[in-house]
Every structure is written in structure tokens, then in C-alpha cells.
């Protein structure tokens, strides 16, 4: 059955460990370090202090930059900061190649924006900023940043295309996916409003085998240039993006059933980890839908798999879908308006079950290839719609891999309403199964498509409401991730903000909990050219950084390019991408 089949290829059985509280304070120690951080006595006062930092001092945040590329800097975000250049760049750009012509435009654009957030067009183009770099305490990391030069008409029809299955294209079903999982050609176009971050659109799977070379590559150089590297992947560049929407639809409605079980229960509004239900209750609840039978039911609920508590969470919910239960084979749920059993998952046809394990496989090739070499896979987050599935592939990738330490780190979304949920039953489920933690926080780079969408399409937004809000859950998730990493020692986190009160708080933070630069557990990151101001301070108050070498053979165009991420690294703290 295609859903045994996700989980199958990534997935090695990892068993379930006795529950463990949810408070970050109350922890025993596991296989994956859970212990009270290293140091003490005199030992731990000779480590040295988390700093102090001014990012006011523009003499030091600039030193490292000579006066050509202070100008050019001033000229380039300046020019970024027009309301009018914005609104009409593409306009732009095609007036300035034909009156330039595509050599003369090439040489300006490097010059000028290209100059200063991109670092190069191959390997060797990119090794003197990497140096300069590194000389100032600020590391680089290869951002494989690719992306067709496709019309908004091509976008839409490739993503229409490649959204939708067989049996919905021939029109002999109708689909069971929920509205936000569905397809729809006024956003066919997943570049609009979309500045900050990559888009892939799928072709064929020789593309996709094409993108997985590019990113294997990546890991390759970034291993070389490290020996503490990292490299980043986008899920939708290595298969057809209808398997992560029909993969998302289904862990939404499986994980929004058991809300409404024990909202029945009167458990409504209740944060993801503090939700719990009797198992009597539930297995009540499950054989009065016409899910299974009793007998069925009650040996999904064993003590092991829910331990001895009596209680069911979410994590233990969560856990009965995949291929390590019988459950799988059901895949039903009620339809609450209809009150009839609905499908899970709509059927693939053969072509579409190779498509789904060869996305599976590249998958598992790219994170082998990060052990091998030694590298931090980061899989970036991406729409709604998708993160779901990419959210559950790469836990299954993190079960895999993360055994000795955190080797492929998730991305969270803060601006999303369900970040800290997320996070926090992610964490738990580390605890439980005893592998290691590696996160990424951001705030997030799809607010307006996303909020326009689910305004257009019809389903709850998202996205908090305020900036204010996004700010306070970026905040209490990076809080509730540092208390772990102070009781883990192998939790690691990567800190990816362009704001300074984020980069004062967590400073802060670590110092209250006694986290050192030294125990190379945070990280934090800005994008290259963005924020020298806090990226360089931070730099010179440490050792040299990761460095990030560019994928070879990429040429430079208008949509084509080699972007390195920048990173620094605090004393002895490792170096990280945003």
C-alpha cells in the first residue's frame, strides 16, 4: 500500500523508548546524551563566557569590508528598499539586458546585486570571498539556488500537471483531498510573492535525478571545504510535488481527528503535548466511526507501543499510521460533516508509486551521502501544503541518521499558528526514540501567497496574525529548544534571524542556562550581504567558521546563480546557514 511505502524506505524501526515528561527540566539520560551539559567547578569556569555584543559599532560590524564594497552595498540596499523598483524589477531587468545586451548585463549585474548577495558562479569563483571571510570569523555555506526561467503561464501549467493524479486529471474521481491540499491554477505560480526563497517546479524524474546530482555535489564541496560542513535540500527538487500533498492531507486529517476526539472529551484547545486521552476512551471512540473492529483496535494499543501511562498523546496517535502497525492497512477516516469512512490516501496508479519511491530514494541517497562526507543536511521548509509531509519525511530521515549526532536538521516555520506544537512534539519524540535533535528556526518566507491563498481558497490562515505574535512564538520556541539543549548535549539548533532583539535574546538565554559558545550547540545564521552588521560583530569574537563552497558548473544568469549563506561562528560556536 503506497502510505507502508513512505515510511518504508526511510524508516528503520527504531524502537519506541518508555514516555518521558514533557517539562525540559525533568529528564533522565538516554542514548542520544541526555545529561546535564559538560563542565563544572573550575573546569567550567575556565570556559569562556557567552559575549557581549554591540551591533551599534558599525566600525567593527565594517572593517572587514573595503570602501568599494561599503558603496556598493549602500547603492544595492538602497535600490532594494524602492517600493517603485520593486514593483517593476522584472520590467527592469528585460529593458536593461536588451538595451545592455547579455554580456554588458551580466558584468553590471555582478558588479551590483549579484556582487553583493551572490558569491560566485562555480568552485573556484567563490573561494576568495570564502577566505576573506573566514579571516573575519564568519564561515559560508553553498545555497544551490537554481531556478528556471519559466513564464507564469509554464509555471502554472507544470504545477497544475504535476498537483494533480491520474484519476483526477481523467476526471473518473473526484478528489477527497481538503481544499488546501488541492491544486489550484490561480497559485499555480509558487514564485509570487516569493522573494527570499527558491522555487522547483516539477518536469520529469530526470530533473529531479539532476537536482539530487547538483545537491550531491553541494555536500561534496562542503564536506571538503570542512570538517564540520553543511548543505541544504528542497524536498519539491527531488520529486513530483502530488505525492507531498497527498502525503500532507492525510497526516492532517489523521492528526485532526484525534483533536476532535478529545474535543468530544472535552480536551479542546489544549497545547499538542498536553492533550491526552484514555486509551478505554479512544478505542471506544475509533470502533463506534466503523474504522476496525474491536479485537483489531485493542492490539493497536499495546503497552509496547504506548508504554504503561494508560494515556494516548498525539506522538502515540501519530505513531499508528505508519508501517509498524496494522493500522496502516485501514487508512479510513469519518468524514465529520458526511459521517461517512473517507479514504486516506486516493489511490496511484504504478507510474505514480515508482515516481513516490524514486523521491524516497533520492532522499535517502543525498542524507547517506551527508554521513559519508560528514555534513549537517538542512531540509528547508516551503508552503503549507507541502510542509506537512516534508516535516514527517524528514523526521523519518532524522530517526535514520541522527543516532550518534544531529546530522539532518528540520526547518520551523515561526510564523505559522502551529509552530510551537510542531516543535515541541518533535522534541518529545527525540526524547522517546532516542536520537538526536537538530533544528533550524526561522520566521518564514511564504506569509503573503500564504495568506492570500487561504483568503481566495477558503480555509483558515495560517499565519499569525501580528508581527508582534510571530516574534513571541519564534521566541518561546527557541526558549523551550534551548532548555533542552541544556539537558542534551547533543540538541543542537541553528538560530537563522536577521533580528537583533532575536540574536540579544538568545545570547541571553544561553547565558541563564549556562550554554557555552564552546559546546558548539547554537548556531545562527544570516544570508550573505543582508545583515554584516550582525553576522561580522559576532564573527570577530570568535574562531574561524564553516565555510560552504559553490556546486560546480552553474553558470550566473538572471535566475540562475550560486548563493553562499553566510554564517559565523561565536568563539568556539559552529557556524550555520539560514
Known sequence: MALRRIVSVLCTGTPRLARLSTAPAAREPTAAGRETAPGCGAAEAARPPVP?????????????????????????????????????????????RRLLGQRLFEKLMKMTFYGQFVAGEDQESIRPLIRHNRAFGVGSILDYGVEEDLSPEEAERKE??????????????????????????????????????RTYFYANEAKCDSHMETFLRCIEAAGGASDDGFSAIKLTALGRPQFLLQFSDVLTKWRRLFHQMAAEHGKAGLAAMDTKLEVAVLQESVAKMGIAS??????????????????????????????RTELSKHLVVPNMQTGQLEPLLSRFTEEEELQMTRMLQRMDILAKKAT??????????????????????????????????????????????????????????????????????????????????????????????????????????????????????????????????????????????????????????????????????????????????????????????????????????????L
Open 294 to 323: 474491536r479485537t483489531e483496535i485493542e492490539n493497536w494499543f499495546t503497552a509496547e507501543t504506548l508504554g504503561v501511562s494508560g494515556t494516548l498523546d498525539l506522538l502515540d496517535w501519530s505513531s499508528l499510521i505508519d508501517s
Open 52 to 96: 557581549i555584543i554591540d551591533f551599534g559599532n558599525t566600525q567593527e560590524a565594517y572593517r572587514s569590508r573595503r570602501s568599494w564594497e561599503l558603496v556598493r552595498s549602500l547603492l544595492v540596499l538602497r535600490l532594494c528598499a524602492s517600493p517603485a523598483l520593486l514593483a517593476h524589477h522584472e520590467q527592469l531587468l528585460h529593458l536593461t
Open 372 to 577: 559519508e562526507m560528514g555534513v549537517r543536511l538542512m531540509v528547508d521548509a516551503e508552503q503549507t501544503y507541502f510542509q506537512p509531509a516534508i516535516s514527517r519525511l524528514t523526521l523519518e530521515m532524522q530517526r535514520k541518521f541522527n543516532v550518534e549526532k544531529p546530522l539532518i536538521f528540520n526547518t520551523y516555520q515561526c510564523y505559522l499558528k502551529d509552530a510551537y506544537d510542531n516543535v515541541t512534539l518533535d522534541v518529545e519524540l527525540a526524547r522517546r526514540e532516542g536520537w538526536c535533535f537538530g533544528a533550524k528556526l526561522v520566521r518564514g518566507a511564504y506569509m503573503a501567497q500564504e495568506r492570500t491563498r487561504a483568503a481566495q481558497i477558503g480555509y483558515e490562515d495560517p499565519i499569525n496574525p501580528t508581527y508582534e505574535a510571530t516574534n513571541a512564538m519564534y521566541h518561546r520556541c527557541l526558549n523551550y529548544v534551548l532548555e533542552e539543549l541544556k539537558h542534551n548535549t547533543k540538541a543542537k539548533v541553528m538560530v537563522a534571524s536577521h533580528n537583533e532583539d532575536t540574536i540579544h535574546f538568545t545570547l541571553r538565554r544561553m547565558e541563564e542556562l549556562g550554554l557555552y559558545p564552546a559546546d558548539r550547540q547554537v548556531y545562527f545564521g544570516q544570508l550573505l550581504g543582508m545583515c554584516d552588521q550582525i553576522s561580522f560583530p559576532l564573527g570577530e569574537l570568535g574562531l574561524p567558521g564553516e565555510q560552504g563552497w559553490g556546486c560546480p558548473g552553474l553558470g550566473l544568469t538572471a535566475s540562475a546563480c550560486v548563493q553562499v549563506r553566510q554564517a559565523f561562528l561565536c568563539t568556539s560556536m559552529c557556524p550555520m546557514a
Open 160 to 197: 497544475m500537471e504535476s498537483c494533480t493524479s491520474a484519476v483526477e486529471r481523467e476526471g473518473s474521481g473526484t478528489s477527497k483531498r481538503e481544499k488546501q491540499y488541492q491544486a489550484h491554477r490561480a497559485f499555480g505560480d509558487r514564485r509570487d510573492g516569493v522573494i527570499s526563497a
